[in-house]
């Protein structure tokens, strides 16, 4: 029997007789006239329909919907819901820190005259942080809990709030950033894992989805915090990178009387509280089974693998964990390949060219690239239980790959059609600058010390020429026409650093949105909730160790190299080359990424028992869709397309 989309959907005694209700009252409703025989027949009707409403009610979709939803409201307390949100607090915490410091870094270089090797260390000590102690975590999370992860991570946040806040200098600077990385890599590896173990199987997507709406969230936010304090040239940077300090605390006081995973607990043997803990989380539904399920999982994995040797060589060598590591760790790898990052970084480049010449504007730019990003994981959190994680990575993935194409042509059209240099201004310093040696926009736009100072003519470029660009702010020249704001605005000048005034701008802004709204809800949370539950207990920590490490190093390399990427390949070359690899991404997880929507995480390890790779082939299967409902011991068929097909 096909069981490729199945929902394991268990309904109460009360919640079905809801449902018999409601099609009694519709019987009534379109039979009026009859309603004696209907009262006459009440008792035998309700015998009867304990047995056929539910193959009827394949017929009538509408009301076993309904139905469906009715009872899954029934069957999820909100305690469910108040734990997901506590623990996605620390996604929040993940983007609010990583998006915070791009804002504060332009008021900190001033004040502290940071050069940009500091100015780099501050940015990368945090995500290199970050993949080291999301390995870390791995270890942790098996030997003390998720629990104390959580708590762990929402005190590193904390106690690196309070360091950057009160800093005085630039080394005390980076050691709250290596602190609050720290505490990024342990939430981004437990708060998944711990959202799965909690949350019920039709729930476990959108909820562990939640967590990347967080730290889309969070990146907004921050963007929004570093608007507002940018008008507050002294001190402004404390209360960004402090703020951070209140979510922390908030989640430390909650973390402290929420409960731990119950799966792990039955792991550690604990199986009392692990007991008393489902039943909070389960509500009215009897968690005998789901216990059960869990207990026998974990001695049948010690059977299997045996319980000796350090986790990771035992995942390598049972075929079944290293296939799902593999798949795991590849969708971590070709999220950061995809560009997020990068194209998050250059949004505010990139609506620039297209026309935005408003300096003050810039800095809002930005927030509104992250609001596109945190409104489409939004999307992502209503269509994963819809269309399922392979649909929703491969659907996202494809408009991605095509978005990147857009972005790259809008570059390689803006370098094309590159105004020419007409002006080379004598250097009154002195300074032997590269910046006079370009005739033409585009090499004079890839360089980083130089910009473009020109005045339009109608639409095109004239008396432009190729400048130093200001040490201190990359929004003026270092000397000449261009070199004073207020004056350069008066006389109908304008300034161009990182980008060529083209008419064919709007091609990449098309690109840059396009991107977002496709790579938002797919690519941005699948590889976090995938992760979350393709491995076994005994594997869950190291596995989402290893690949949120997988992430975290992958950040690192595309952030550091786009630059120098730029230089050898030009924008349109790196972004061709991120389009390359979504494109290849897309091959892997068409191959390779099984459907886990609606099963319970001790079955997804029987996705992985056939070779690696088959997943593709079993695409057609998915028009079958089956449920099953429990009542009171027994399993009942809801609905299929063969109604015979009953267990
Ligand atoms: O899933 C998240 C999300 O897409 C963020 O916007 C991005 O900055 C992170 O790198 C990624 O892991």
């Known amino acids: 029997m096909s069981r490729k989309a199945s929902d394991n959907v268990e309904y109460t005694l009360r919640s079905l007789s809801n449902l018999m209700g409601e099609k009694r009252r519709r019987q009534a409703d379109g039979s009026a006239g009859s309603g004696a025989a209907a009262a006459a027949g009440e008792r035998s009707?309700?015998?009867?329909?304990?047995?056929?409403?539910?193959?009827?009610?394949?017929?009538?979709?509408?009301?076993?919907?309904?139905?469906?939803?009715?009872?899954?409201?029934?069957e999820t307390p909100g305690f469910v819901y108040v734990v997901s949100v506590f623990s996605a607090l620390g996604g929040f915490l993940f983007g609010y820190d990583t998006g915070v410091v791009s804002g504060a870094l332009l008021l900190l270089k001033r004040e502290l005259n940071l050069d940009a090797l500091w100015q780099e260390l501050l940015v990368s000590s945090t995500v290199g942080a970050a993949a080291l102690s999301a390995l870390a975590g791995g270890v942790l999370n098996g030997l003390c809990g998720r629990r104390p992860c959580i708590l762990l991570a929402s005190g590193l946040f904390t106690a690196g709030a309070g360091v950057l806040a009160a800093a005085r200098d630039k080394e005390t600077l980076l050691g709250g950033r290596v602190v609050v990385g720290l505490g990024i890599g342990v939430a981004s590896m437990t708060v998944p894992v711990y959202i799965a173990e909690v949350a019920p199987p039709h729930l476990r997507g959108r909820l562990v989805t939640i967590n990347t709406l967080f730290i889309t969230g969070g990146q907004f936010f921050a963007s929004v915090v570093d608007g507002i304090f940018s008008y507050l040239a002294k001190d402004g940077w404390r209360y960004m990178l402090g703020l951070s300090a209140v979510p922390a605390v908030i989640q430390f006081l909650g973390f402290l009387f929420l409960p731990e995973s119950p799966r792990w607990l039955i792991q550690k043997g604990q199986t009392q509280r692990a007991r008393r803990i489902l039943s909070q989380m389960r509500g009215n539904q009897a968690i005998d089974e789901e216990y059960d399920s869990i207990k026998n999982n974990i001695e049948e994995e010690e059977k299997e693998v045996g319980a000796a040797g350090p986790v990771i060589c035992r995942m390598l060598t049972y075929p079944p964990t290293r296939r799902a590591l593999i798949v795991g760790c590849g969708l971590q790898m070709f999220q950061q390949l995809s560009g997020i990052n990068t194209v998050m970084y250059y949004s505010a480049t990139i609506l620039q060219m297209s026309g935005v010449e408003d300096d003050r504007l810039a800095i809002w730019l930005a927030a509104l690239t992250a609001f596109i990003n945190f409104i489409f994981t939004l999307v992502g959190v209503w269509l994963v239980e819809r269309m399922g994680r392979r649909k929703l990575t491969l659907g996202s993935l494809t408009g991605t790959a095509v978005a990147l194409i857009i972005l790259a042509s809008g570059f390689l059209l803006s370098a094309q059609v590159s105004p020419r240099i007409t002006i080379n201004p004598p250097d009154p310093s002195h300074q032997n600058s590269t910046c006079t040696k370009y005739s033409y926009c585009n090499g004079c736009m890839l360089d980083p010390d130089c910009g473009l100072c020109y005045k339009l003519n109608k639409s095109s470029v004239v008396e432009s020429s190729c400048i130093p660009v200001d040490k201190g702010s990359t929004m003026k020249a270092a000397w000449g026409r261009c070199s004073n704001e207020t004056v350069f605005k008066k006389d109908d000048l304008f300034w161009a650093y990182n980008f060529c005034p083209t008419p064919y701008s709007w091609t990449a802004l098309l690109g840059l949105i396009l991107y977002l709204v496709f790579f938002a809800p797919g690519m941005g949370p699948m590889p976090?909730?995938?992760?979350?539950?393709?491995?076994?207990?005994?594997?869950?920590?190291?596995?989402?160790?290893?690949?949120?490490?997988?992430?975290?190093?992958?950040?690192?390399?595309?952030?550091?190299?786009?630059?120098?990427?730029?230089?050898?390949?030009?924008?349109?070359?790196?972004?061709?080359?991120?389009a390359g690899f979504a494109a290849l991404g897309l091959v892997f997880i068409y191959g390779c990424l099984p459907e886990t929507k609606g099963k319970k995480l001790e079955e997804i390890e029987s996705l992985f028992e056939n070779r690696l790779c088959t997943c593709g082939m079993s695409d057609s299967d998915e028009g079958r869709y089956i449920e099953y409902i429990r009542v009171k011991g027994s399993n009942y068929h809801l609905s299929d397309n063969d109604a015979s097909d009953v267990e």
Do not use: K
């Open 528 to 578: 976090w909730t995938v992760n979350s539950e393709i491995y076994p207990l005994w594997a869950r920590s190291t596995g989402n160790a290893c690949s949120s490490g997988v992430n975290w190093v992958f950040n690192v390399l595309v952030s550091l190299t786009f630059l120098h990427t730029a230089e050898y390949l030009t924008y349109y070359g790196a972004f061709f080359l991120y």
């Open 45 to 74: 009707l309700i015998a009867a329909e304990s047995c056929s409403s539910l193959n009827s009610a394949a017929s009538g979709g509408e009301l076993e919907r309904a139905a469906r939803r009715q009872f899954q409201q029934d």
